[in-house]
Structures are given as C-alpha cells and as structure tokens.
C-alpha cells in the first residue's frame, strides 16, 4: 500500500488545501492529512477545531485518515513507515521555504521523498490569512473555503 502524508497546520482549511488532498488521493492508497503544530504560528483554532474541520471537509474521500501531530512531519512518517510528503506550492517564496523544507527532511529521514502539487488557478492565491482579512470586511468567503465550515470560519473570525 503507497501512503503518503500531506501535512498543515489547516487553520482553517481552505478549498486549495480540498483539491490538493482530492489529488493526491488519485496518487495513493492512503492520504494522511496532518494538522500539525507550527511552533512560527499562531493559529486561530483549536488543534481539536481544525481536525474537525479537516474530518467534515475530507469525510467524502474515502482513503483519507485526519490526524493531529505535535512533532515533526518527517518523524510522523518514520513513525508510521511513510515515504512521502505531499506539498502544495502557490508561489515562489512558497519555494523557498519548501526547497529548505525538503533538505531538512532528507537529512533526518534519507528515504523520504516530497512531491510539490501546484494548486489548480483559480486557488493559486487562497492562503489563511486573505481569509482572514476578507471575513473582517465583510467579504463572502464561500468559494474559498469548504461549504461545511464557512459558518464556523466567520463566527470565530468575526468575534
């Protein structure tokens, strides 16, 4: 069975991330989403609030598992005989960081491999953060984010 990891820190999840994840679940027998812990940010939801809104975002693909990870990504993978991280990359700056990404990676774990997917168009610019600032000028964000979570998205923004 060929597994792999796609990894985040989901806060929230956005349609990028969906259509990443429905990709990436043409590719493998199994997709494990993980939240993740990013000790350079400072999320807006729970652990707990984002694998929710992952489960309730992925519960129609069916060779998915949603977990939360509080350690490194690469660990998981050797914990769990994973050889592959999936990664989306929208820009170049998104290169930078995942090229730097990928040597860490590779010396920690000489077997892992990474494969970029580049977000389809029309989500090539949808981050958190232009979520956040759309919700608070009042800005509808149902195309950016998954249709199941849009209320829970704007009442935790908007408090």
């Known amino acids: 069975m060929k ?32 939240v993740a812990t990013n000790i350079n940010k400072k999320t807006t939801f729970t652990a707990k609030e984002r694998m929710e809104m992952v489960a309730d975002s992925v519960k129609n693909i069916k060779n998915v598992v949603v977990t939360e990870y509080d350690g490194l990504v690469v660990q998981y993978c050797k914990e769990n005989n994973i050889d592959v991280i999936v990664r989306g990359m929208r820009n170049f700056s998104d ?4 090229f730097a990404l990928f040597q860490y990676n590779r010396d920690i774990y000489p077997g892992i491999e ?3 997917l580049m977000p389809t168009t029309r989500l090539q610019m949808v981050s958190s953060s232009s979520i956040k600032e759309l919700i608070t000028f009042g800005v509808d964000i149902s195309k950016y984010v998954p ?13």
């Open 3 to 34: 597994k792999c990891v796609y990894p985040g820190s989901f806060d929230p999840i956005s349609n990028g991330h969906v259509d990443i994840i429905k990709r990436a679940a043409k590719l493998f027998d199994e997709v494990h989403v993980v």
């Open 147 to 159: 249709s199941v979570i849009v209320d829970r998205v704007v009442a935790k923004y908007s408090k």
């Open 114 to 116: 990474t494969i970029i």
């Open 95 to 98: 290169y930078e960081s995942e």
